[in-house]
């Protein structure tokens, strides 16, 4: 089976794509410069060079290609615009669908996330639950999954959107300064730390991607995809803290001097394209609980998450060591 994976060079993507390549598939990653292409060459996935919002580069990316995993998008940097989320994130997914349609593909999965349900108020939450997007990336989310919705009726071609929970494993950077704080012993929670957030461990996820792309039953379905296991940030920090070998040691300070300083810094930072040392979406990260159903992947597509939480902490802290990011 030959499938495309966009985001092919990025931590998800590249896992998924390697991953199938290894199971014997032929993989085609998206890549938009010539030295990701190499990296993805010397993995055994053949590069196509071209960006999302090149539609004669998705033409040729899409070629002969029977499954599209849609990884690809903007995450959260400072100093991009409303209108660059809006193009990858949204605009491009149509563009993406058009293209795998006239070339015949027989499915695309679409990566959104968990976090276009927002703050959940009733956890655990599952698909139906209200979307309810605190930022750009989370906005641009949910209208990328309405365009999603919206090309594969009007070509006809099956879609399945994958909402992933917090993902983490060796070689992650979006949750480093968590893990290496805690191991270090100086992490700071802003509030009480009892809000859930709910972790899904890499080869679960892209597992549970290659589900989506192959079950009949996920043709034009959406699923959370999420561990088998949630916790407290409390609890998460208690795991970390033990196989890290150190005996927990956290701050705990109030939340709203920090939501002030960070709304301040943003306004300042942001039009200079500086990251800033804080902001808000860092401290929402504190007073948000995020605690997912998995039961309809479970039921219709066969989604088993197989890696315990103890023990993806452990991979994922031994994978910061090899790397030296500890």
């Known amino acids: 089976m030959r499938v495309l994976v966009t985001g092919a060079s990025g931590f998800t993507g590249g896992h998924l794509a390697r991953m199938l390549a290894e199971r014997g598939y032929q993989v085609r990653g998206l890549a938009r410069q010539s030295s990701q292409a190499r990296d993805l060459e010397a993995s055994g996935i053949e590069p196509s060079i071209g960006t999302l919002e090149d539609r004669a580069a998705l033409a040729r990316a899409v070629k002969d290609v029977e499954i599209v995993y849609h990884i690809a998008a903007i995450y959260r940097h400072a100093g991009i615009s409303n209108s660059r989320y809006r193009a990858i994130n949204a605009t491009a997914v149509g563009h993406l669908i058009d293209a795998a349609a006239g070339a015949g593909v027989r499915r695309v999965v679409h990566c959104s996330t968990v ?26 989310k949910v209208e990328g999954e309405h365009i999603a919705r919206q090309a594969a009726a009007r070509t006809g071609l099956p879609v399945t959107i994958a909402r992933p929970s917090g993902i983490y494993g060796p070689g992650d950077r979006r949750l480093l300064k968590l893990f290496r704080g805690v191991a270090r012993r100086r992490f700071v929670v802003l509030g009480s730390g009892n809000i859930f957030y709910h972790l899904t461990y890499i080869d679960d996820l892209v597992e549970g991607f290659r589900l989506c792309g192959e079950s009949a039953a996920a043709a034009n379905r959406t699923y959370i995809l999420a561990g088998g296991e949630v916790s407290t ?37 942001v039009p200079l394209g500086i990251d800033p040392p804080i902001y808000r979406r860092r401290v929402d990260f504190f007073t948000k609980s995020r605690a997912f159903d998995i039961s309809r992947a479970r039921a219709e597509i066969g989604y088993a998450p197989q890696v315990g939480l103890r023990d993806g902490i452990r991979k994922t802290l031994a994978g910061y060591k090899e790397r030296g990011w500890l």
């Open 115 to 140: 976090g276009v349900h927002g703050d959940i108020e009733h956890p655990p939450a599952n698909e139906d639950a209200p979307l309810r997007p605190g930022d750009i990336y989370q906005v641009t």
């Open 233 to 269: 940030l409390n609890e998460l920090m208690a795991l970390i803290a033990a196989e890290a070998g150190v005996r927990p040691r956290t701050w705990k300070l109030p939340v709203w001097p920090f939501w002030l300083a960070g709304a301040a810094c943003e306004a300042v930072c």
